[in-house]
């Protein structure tokens, strides 16, 4: 049967080791065909036999399970099964014999609760899938930076740190774009992405991009601080918002301590799937400056392909500009990940210390916001 085929219940026929395992003292101790540690036969589950003749001059469908055989009634019989001997066995299988990981979901099907079925769910821009050990080819990419000595091939989006030598003039306050320029970056890209789809600039054209998109925003800046400060207080979600209304983009900006947890997801989510990137401000402004001290703060995170962990960098979100571009969720684990632009790099946040930082309320600090392109 090994060698002929065998019927699993998803209509799939393998065929698997006839050979069996020889254990050290010399004697067979089963099949596992695929060494993922399963014998053949577990992964193979229940065995059913399927026999289909006539009995008295009619025809009788039976179905043996484990020893026990039931007659199935004439009436749900398939027409173009009827009047037809039949006599095979399928499988109700449990995981794929031939497959360490029969599901595709990074967990191989002994540690994997539901071998069947992939627990990982990727959102990309457009509502495909994507591998996370894989770069991201779409959002936006820039070629040929110089930058600190060296050429940057390739970018996933801005940095503001590329623009170091960039002085921000507000009222009489000057802010170097390096310290103030990441709502520009992603006020930037996402326009371009909205405009271009998926596309890659040279750099002379992403800095003069980058430049128009500056000076179209400055025209609403308001920075009520008069003094030379290092943040983002230059550019709000809310200049943000105006500027694209302005250039026929129609966006809305939430309170993220406002919105329940699951609806902020799912609202992300719906934006991935309609191709939309959504833009995250953490505006914790007090921390920043090291006037506050918080015991919750989250970082950015970067994907380790070896590990399929998500691990911390020094990157601390507290007063700082991203994109986000993607989503990651483990069902087994519980746990949801947002893939976002920053830096010139892709990144992760997980979602739960993200929210969960963005729910403190007083009378001396602020929450961040998401802007949604609508």
């Given at each position: 049967m090994?060698?002929?085929?065998?019927?699993?219940?998803n209509?799939?026929?393998?065929?698997?080791?006839?050979?069996p395992?020889?254990?050290?003292?010399?004697?067979?101790?089963?099949?596992?065909?695929?060494?993922d540690?399963l014998?053949?036969g577990e992964e193979?589950?229940?065995?059913?036999r399927?026999?289909q003749?006539q009995?008295?001059?009619?025809?009788?469908?039976?179905?043996?399970?484990?020893g026990?055989t039931?007659?199935i009634?004439?009436?749900?019989?398939?027409?173009?099964?009827q009047?037809?001997?039949?006599?095979?066995?399928v499988?109700?299988y449990?995981?794929?014999?031939?497959?360490?990981?029969?599901d595709?979901d990074?967990y191989?099907?002994p540690?994997?609760?539901?071998p069947?079925?992939?627990?990982?769910?990727?959102?990309?821009l457009?509502?495909g899938r994507?591998?996370?050990?894989?770069?991201?080819e779409?959002?936006?990419?820039?070629?040929?930076?110089?930058?600190?000595?060296k050429?940057i091939?390739d970018a996933?989006g801005g940095?503001?740190s590329?623009?170091g030598?960039?002085s921000?003039?507000?009222q009489?306050?000057?802010?170097?774009?390096?310290?103030?320029?990441c709502?520009?970056?992603?006020?930037n890209d996402v326009?371009l992405?909205?405009?271009?789809?998926?596309?890659?600039y040279?750099?002379p054209d992403y800095?003069?991009?980058?430049m128009?998109?500056?000076?179209g925003?400055?025209?609403?800046?308001?920075?009520?601080?008069?003094?030379?400060?290092?943040?983002?207080s230059a550019?709000?979600?809310?200049?943000?918002k105006?500027?694209?209304l302005?250039?026929?983009i129609?966006a809305e900006?939430?309170?993220?301590?406002?919105?329940?947890?699951?609806?902020?997801k799912?609202?992300i989510?719906?934006?991935?799937?309609?191709?939309?990137?959504?833009?995250?401000m953490?505006?914790?402004?007090l921390?920043?400056?090291?006037?506050?001290?918080?015991n919750n703060?989250?970082?950015?995170?970067?994907?380790?392909?070896?590990?399929g962990?998500?691990?911390?960098?020094?990157?601390?979100m507290?007063?700082?500009?991203?994109?986000?571009?993607?989503?990651y969720?483990?069902?087994i684990?519980?746990k949801?990940?947002l893939r976002?632009?920053?830096?010139g790099?892709?990144?992760y946040i997980?979602?739960?210390?993200f929210?969960?930082?963005?729910q403190?309320?007083?009378?001396?600090t602020?929450?961040?916001d998401?802007?949604?392109?609508?």
């Amino acid at each position: 049967m090994e060698e002929q085929g065998l019927l699993l219940s998803n209509g799939q026929v393998i065929t698997t080791q006839t050979n069996p395992l020889i254990g050290d003292d010399g004697h067979a101790i089963g099949y596992d065909s695929d060494g993922d540690g399963l014998s053949d036969g577990e992964e193979l589950g229940t065995m059913i036999r399927i026999v289909q003749r006539q009995v008295n001059g009619e025809w009788e469908l039976t179905c043996t399970i484990e020893g026990t055989t039931y007659t199935i009634p004439n009436s749900t019989i398939a027409s173009y099964l009827q009047n037809m001997e039949l006599d095979f066995y399928v499988f109700n299988y449990v995981s794929n014999p031939n497959m360490k990981d029969t599901d595709g979901d990074s967990y191989e099907d002994p540690n994997d609760p539901r071998p069947r079925y992939n627990d990982i769910i990727t959102i990309d821009l457009g509502g495909g899938r994507y591998d996370p050990a894989v770069n991201d080819e779409g959002y936006i990419h820039v070629k040929n930076v110089p930058f600190d000595g060296k050429t940057i091939v390739d970018a996933y989006g801005g940095n503001q740190s590329w623009f170091g030598n960039v002085s921000i003039s507000l009222q009489g306050i000057n802010l170097l774009m390096e310290d103030t320029g990441c709502g520009v970056i992603a006020a930037n890209d996402v326009e371009l992405y909205l405009r271009n789809g998926a596309s890659s600039y040279n750099w002379p054209d992403y800095r003069d991009s980058v430049m128009n998109t500056f000076s179209g925003l400055s025209g609403t800046i308001f920075t009520p601080i008069p003094v030379n400060i290092v943040s983002t207080s230059a550019i709000s979600p809310s200049y943000i918002k105006n500027y694209y209304l302005w250039h026929g983009i129609l966006a809305e900006v939430y309170s993220i301590s406002n919105i329940n947890k699951t609806r902020i997801k799912n609202k992300i989510s719906r934006s991935l799937k309609n191709n939309k990137p959504v833009i995250l401000m953490e505006n914790d402004r007090l921390a920043s400056w090291g006037l506050v001290n918080r015991n919750n703060p989250y970082k950015l995170r970067t994907f380790d392909s070896n590990s399929g962990d998500f691990l911390d960098t020094d990157e601390m979100m507290l007063f700082h500009y991203v994109t986000i571009t993607g989503m990651y969720q483990n069902r087994i684990m519980d746990k949801t990940y947002l893939r976002v632009q920053s830096w010139g790099d892709e990144y992760y946040i997980d979602y739960d210390e993200f929210y969960d930082y963005n729910q403190y309320s007083d009378m001396i600090t602020w929450s961040g916001d998401l802007l949604f392109i609508e």
